[in-house]
């Protein structure tokens, strides 16, 4: 049988991070699903990753006699998968530029540099990677519609309260002990996802392409623009728009957040705010860990970007483009740089080092509230990124 394995490309991680840093590639959420989840529902399989040595004690691989290695970075279709499934040993498929996928036995010893010796098949078809941050709020519009099918085919709708108002001939689907009332579902532009046993109080505004992850909650009068997804155990409040939450993060109260990825458990104070377009419209651009610098994203519109545990206090204001890592806790008045490492402490007045045992205490009560625990596998990932980004934090 066929062993199938998301691979992560160093270069192609790294320019991920800080998103990355906590997880491999193919965790990273976009639409409804992970980019691992897509994979294996489209293919009716269990996938494995190979990824940074840090991370492999949570995330390994298993190797079989026979194995596909995957480029992680692709986002899967039906029609990728079928050329995908075709490959035989010793066979590469690739574009111009970028391998896609290839069938090879012994794993252990593989190297790219010896693509030389595989035979290439050519995919010409449409096909998308996922090599930066803003590209995830970029793709994540179609990628709820792609999502969306594939979660609701053969499956009926639970009904819908007699309270809302649906506008737009797209389809809207309620998942099982879901709540909604008083909302207004306008699906002109796109599908509409609710999910298990989430919550959308009175007054929210919603516009598809649009997804509420299982257990989540819109507080009351939410806003949400085209192309948003709020992750699973998420509880969101204010105004969103075209911004990707992955899971287990608040926004709770009014603020706005456009064209940005929020990590898994952070946290945004009341009134927090971020801006998504700079005042001369010229293109934005964004820190890239992988130059060490800060690159043009090639777009008008961009957001903020925050790494899994990070927290902001009431009234942050977040500018064009901000990049935030693993564990931060920012506050204080006045713009902070937009660039703010890994566990750092402070704000615009000035940051010092977030401790980690500091750090790890509010995980683990930030974490209990929902009767979950910081494993010591995750103790330890932290600690490698609380190394490994001290030269940023001076």
């Given amino acids: 049988m066929l062993n199938y394995i998301l691979n992560d490309i160093p270069e192609n991680w790294i320019n991920l991070l800080p998103?990355?840093?906590?997880?491999?590639?193919?965790d990273l959420r976009?639409?409804?699903?992970?980019?691992?989840?897509?994979?294996?529902?489209?293919?009716?399989i269990k996938c494995s990753v190979i990824t940074e040595d840090y991370l492999s004690d949570k995330y390994n691989a298993e190797f079989g006699d026979e194995n596909i290695?995957?480029?992680?970075?692709?986002?899967?279709?039906?029609?990728?998968?079928?050329?995908v499934q075709k490959l035989k040993r010793g066979q590469l498929l690739k574009t111009e530029n970028e391998w896609i996928a290839i069938y090879t036995k012994d794993i252990a010893s593989f190297s790219q540099d010896e693509f030389g010796d595989y035979e290439a098949i050519m995919y010409s078809?449409?096909?998308?990677?996922?090599h930066y941050p803003w590209q995830i709020f970029q793709n994540n519009g179609e990628q709820i519609k792609a999502d969306y099918s594939l979660l609701t085919q053969g499956k009926?709708?639970?009904d819908l309260s007699q309270t809302n108002t649906i506008i737009g001939d797209q389809p809207v689907f309620i998942e099982g002990g879901a709540q909604v009332e008083c909302t207004v579902l306008n699906a002109s532009q796109g599908p509409i996802y609710i999910g298990h046993d989430a919550i959308v109080m009175e007054g929210s505004l919603i516009q598809g392409p649009f997804a509420l992850g299982d257990h989540?909650?819109?507080?009351?009068?939410?806003?949400?623009?085209?192309?948003?997804?709020?992750?699973?155990?998420?509880?969101?409040?204010?105004?969103?728009?075209?911004?990707?939450?992955?899971?287990?993060?608040?926004?709770?109260?009014?603020?706005?957040i456009g064209n940005s990825v929020i990590g898994e458990w952070c946290n945004l104070g009341a009134g927090s705010n971020n801006s998504n377009l700079k005042?001369?419209?010229e293109q934005v651009k964004i820190w890239n860990y992988g130059s060490k610098s800060f690159v043009d994203s090639g777009s008008q519109f961009c957001g903020l970007f925050m790494g899994d545990h990070s927290k902001c206090g009431i009234n942050s204001m977040f500018n064009t483009g901000t990049v935030v890592g693993v564990s931060a806790n920012?506050?204080?008045?006045?713009?902070?740089?937009?660039?703010?490492?890994?566990?750092?402490?402070?704000?615009?007045?000035?940051?010092?080092?977030?401790?980690?045992?500091?750090?790890?205490?509010?995980?683990?009560?930030?974490?209990?509230?929902?009767?979950?625990?910081?494993?010591?596998?995750?103790?330890?990932?932290?600690?490698?990124?609380?190394?490994?980004?001290?030269?940023?934090?001076?």
Avoid at 69 to 83: D, F, G, M, R, W
């Fill in 156 to 158: 009926k709708s639970a």
């Fill in 69 to 83: 290695l995957i480029n992680s970075a692709v986002i899967p279709t039906k029609s990728l998968i079928e050329q």
């Fill in 279 to 281: 005042n001369n419209y």
């Fill in 330 to 394: 920012i506050f204080g008045a006045g713009f902070p740089r937009t660039f703010i490492p890994s566990f750092t402490w402070g704000g615009a007045s000035g940051v010092t080092t977030y401790l980690k045992d500091k750090a790890f205490r509010t995980m683990d009560l930030v974490m209990q509230r929902r009767n979950l625990k910081l494993t010591d596998k995750d103790k330890k990932i932290l600690s490698h990124i609380f190394e490994k980004t001290n030269d940023f934090r001076h």
């Fill in 216 to 256: 989540s909650t819109l507080k009351m009068g939410t806003k949400v623009y085209p192309g948003t997804t709020i992750g699973p155990h998420c509880k969101v409040g204010g105004e969103i728009n075209n911004s990707v939450f992955w899971g287990y993060s608040n926004k709770a109260h009014d603020g706005f």
């Fill in 125 to 130: 078809s449409s096909i998308d990677f996922i």
């Fill in 19 to 26: 998103l990355t840093y906590t997880r491999p590639i193919s």
């Fill in 30 to 44: 976009i639409g409804i699903l992970t980019l691992k989840e897509k994979w294996e529902l489209l293919m009716d």
